[in-house]
């Protein structure tokens, strides 16, 4: 199968309000772009707010304060494939919306938090809100977007994570210098104006069943998730070896195993084996997981660099830094529309590995003394262009074979692999650095960094030639109620 093939799911179908003409476009795309906008702008925020946190916190312990990103990291992972499968049985705008509204509400509550118990809590809520908002959010704006545009709508998805990472440094800087609940409260006007505005102008997207969700399935999917991406977050901390990270292993090896059976099943698992049975998705998921444990080395390790070997201040290591993201937001909506012309395959390949030269750039060039234009500025901008290139053709690849009443879903799957890998890229610059956060320290990350990005363009290169507009589509052949899915050629 190539890239280019889609799927039909009859009996599962959008609801009638998704067709005809869209009132109010223009107003319907800014403002699921402005959510997905917020939502990243959060995590990148709260990074650079980190210290300052600590500062008001005294008497917690780093591995404590560790949890106000971890709690967030884990349950956004965990509940992304759960939430996925909901917005596309209960309505895209119903999920985007109830998740922008709970984001803003745990925004505010984190700006109140007067201890770090109170602040871990709203930030899991945020994760909650925000693992509701992003899978819908691709869901709510590719039917925005006729078929052959739909490259260009992906890059414009993706642009908005990378204009959240250019502009999350320099304004997190400003915003810590009056304190550091600034970064939360910055959420709550962007917040409710999005919400009032999204009643009024999207529509509701959802797929009709005929069974009923699988809630077991969907609880042992996010406790497996979770588990996992816990037992990678925390490793270093608690120790590889520790009987807490080798049980969480455990329990996430069973929760796959019971998840795969369950998913083979029941008559409406939470991930429809079918999807897996497409190469492109498939790939484009593994390259995607491989590619942002890059992502997220180079994201941590930049920071650090920065701030610890040249002794930049924060507000000036955010500046320094956001040149990369900017040219990833430049290069991000052409990426996508030459993703639907020349295919995910070259697109994505010829992305990651110019995301891979960034890295060796950085590896062999960046020493003791500062050079910022010379040594660390080429590698930041030719790393930032293939990631332009690069995301647009991962998310494309990963949600664009699949039926319009699967966007959602497909969406969650490709966004669970995106945290994995950032939780393997932040545990593996821990890793090193924690021994001896030198020079040589940092280019080792950054050979990780290049090496993930690789992996990611190989994996890419395995997709089989052809175009988003596709030959071939699939339909799901029907079958009784309480057996499993099946589709099938319908050549």
């Known amino acids: 199968m190539s890239e280019s093939d889609t799927i039909t799911l009859p009996g599962i179908k959008p609801a009638a309000a998704a067709d005809g003409p869209v009132p109010r476009r223009g107003l319907s795309i800014a403002v699921v772009l402005i959510g997905v906008f917020v939502s990243s702008l959060d995590l990148f925020i709260v990074n650079i707010a980190f210290p300052d946190m600590g500062r008001t916190f005294r008497s917690s312990t780093l591995s404590g304060l560790s949890w106000v990103l971890s709690a967030y990291a884990i349950t956004f992972a965990a509940l992304l494939m759960p939430a996925g499968g909901w917005a596309d049985r209960s309505g895209r705008k119903r999920a985007y919306l109830i ?3 709970l984001f803003t509400a745990a925004s505010a509550a984190c700006a109140a938090a007067d201890s770090l118990g109170l602040l871990v809590a709203a930030r899991v809520l945020q994760a909650v809100g925000g693992a509701l908002m992003l899978p819908s959010s691709l869901g709510l704006l590719l039917p925005l977007f006729p078929p052959d545009k739909r490259g260009g709508a992906i890059g414009l998805w993706s642009a908005m994570g990378g204009a959240a990472a250019a502009f999350g440094p320099p304004i997190g800087g400003l915003l810590v210098q009056i304190s550091w609940r600034w970064v939360f409260i910055v959420n ?3 917040g409710v104006l999005t919400v009032l505005i999204g009643i009024r102008t999207l529509r509701e997207i959802r797929a009709e ?8 399935g969907a609880l042992v999917l996010a406790a497996t998730v979770g588990a996992v991406v816990a037992a990678i977050v925390q490793g270093q901390s608690w120790g590889w070896h520790s009987p807490r990270v080798l049980g969480l292993f455990v329990l996430g090896g069973l929760g796959i195993v019971f ?20 190469p492109v998705v498939a790939l484009a998921d593994v390259a995607t997981m491989f590619f942002f444990a890059g992502f997220g080395a180079m994201i941590l390790a930049s920071t650090l660099f920065l701030t610890e070997i040249w002794g930049h201040s924060v507000l000036r290591a955010g500046l320094e830094i956001s040149a990369g993201p900017i040219a990833a937001s430049f290069f991000a909506v052409p990426g996508g529309i030459l993703a639907t012309k ?7 390949f010829v992305g990651s590995v110019l995301f891979a030269v960034g890295g060796v750039l950085w590896a062999t060039g960046p020493g003791v003394h500062a050079d910022y234009v010379g040594t660390f500025l080429p590698g930041g901008i030719i790393a930032g262009i293939g990631s332009g290139l690069a995301l647009p053709s991962l998310s494309g690849a990963a949600t664009l074979p699949l039926p319009p009443e699967r966007f959602a879903t497909g969406t969650a799957m490709v966004s669970m ?16 650095l924690d021994v001896r956060p030198n020079v040589a320290a940092f280019h080792k990350t950054w050979l990780f960094m290049a090496a993930c990005g690789l992996a990611g363009g190989l994996t890419m290169s395995r997709i089989r030639r052809g175009r988003h507009r596709g030959r071939r589509r699939y339909v799901r052949r029907p079958i009784e109620t309480g057996q499993p899915s099946v589709w099938r050629s319908a050549e």
């Open 99 to 101: 998740g922008l509204t």
């Open 188 to 190: 709550l006007p962007i």
């Open 209 to 216: 069943r005929s069974s009923a969700p699988d809630v077991l």
């Open 259 to 278: 998840s795969t059976q369950r998913a083979l099943r029941h008559p409406s698992p939470v991930i429809e084996p079918a999807i897996f049975r497409i």
């Open 342 to 348: 020349y295919g995910s395959r070259l697109v994505g």
């Open 417 to 432: 692999c995106r945290q994995v890998g950032l939780a393997l890229g932040v545990a593996a610059v821990a890793a090193v």
